[in-house]
């Protein structure tokens, strides 16, 4: 088995309005069943997905919370406005944010934007997949998958990955069970989180600093569906998650 990660090359700093699709249907000779692997830096700064700082007004618990993180009290006043609950308040900010993903600071980013602005997630990350992917189909006629990434720090483990927070065309979990494995047991339990591992080998590539490598394509790993897809397949529903189970009852202790 062999697949092949490639960056898209010669991308420009992304404004609001730009056409990510175009963008890359001009610089690359995509094939059917590509992986778009895109980073939410870009689609956010597309999206003008951003606040300037000058115009936040910190909260009495916002400053507080600030004081607490030897943080910003301004980054912490957005991620407030961009979570719907803090899973931990210290030492870090853990939230949901508003699409349902659990993340330091809401991933609002500070780096590789410009100064004056905070850089907050995409609204509404498998929307702007979908978006992507269908102007692809329609630019170049192929039918891709999009993965919208972020890099994100990991419970229980030192060092960040990327993982996905929108997705188009890919199921984010593949589900393996009712397989059977060498000895002709069948698997009862294993999902694998495909989409996580693949926004994970792109950011292999795409790094964290200056490297301007904001998309990868992933060929030859054919994960295509042309079902309605959503990255919220892989979110734990709230009954059925320890964790969050446990850090409830710490916040109450
Ligand atoms: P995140 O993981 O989505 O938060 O994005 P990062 O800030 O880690 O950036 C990932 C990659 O995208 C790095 O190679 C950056 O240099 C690159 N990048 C970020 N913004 C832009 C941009 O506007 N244009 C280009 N060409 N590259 C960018
Ligand atoms: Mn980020
Ligand atoms: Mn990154």
């Known amino acids: 088995m062999k697949m092949e990660l490639f960056t898209v090359d010669d991308l420009p700093l992304i404004k609001e309005g730009d056409n990510i699709a175009a963008m890359i249907c001009e610089r690359t000779q ?13 689609v956010a700064k597309s999206e003008a997905a951003m606040v300037l700082k000058d115009t936040i007004t910190p ?10 993180c030897g943080t910003d009290p301004a980054l912490v006043q957005v991620v407030l406005d961009n979570s719907v609950e803090q ?14 993903h659990v993340s330091i600071n809401a991933g609002i980013d500070d780096s590789n934007v410009d100064d004056k602005y905070f850089l907050e997630m995409p ?19 192929k039918d891709v998958s999009v993965i919208i990434t972020d890099t994100n720090g990991r419970s229980f483990k ?32 294993t999902e694998e989180a495909v989409a996580d591992e693949v926004a994970s080998a792109a950011n292999l590539l795409m790094g964290e600093a200056a490297g301007g490598t904001p998309v990868v394509i992933v060929r030859g790993f054919d994960l295509y569906s042309s079902d309605d897809v959503s990255v919220k397949e892989m979110y734990r ?17």
């Open 87 to 100: 899973l931990v308040e210290f030492p870090v900010l853990l939230v949901e944010n508003l699409n349902g």
């Open 123 to 141: 609204h509404d990350p498998d929307g702007s997949a979908k978006a992507i992917g269908m102007h692809v189909a329609e630019l170049c006629g």
């Open 237 to 253: 529903r709230e009954g059925e998650d320890i964790i969050r189970k446990g850090l409830k009852c710490l916040r109450h202790s």
């Open 59 to 68: 909260s009495e618990r916002a400053v507080a919370m600030a004081k607490k």
């Open 30 to 42: 995509l094939e059917s069943h590509d992986v778009v692997v895109i980073a939410s830096t870009i």
């Open 158 to 189: 030192i060092g960040q990955t990327g993982v996905a927070v929108g997705v188009y065309g890919v199921h984010p979990i593949k589900n393996w069970r009712g397989e059977k494995d060498l000895f002709g047991k069948v698997l009862e339990i």
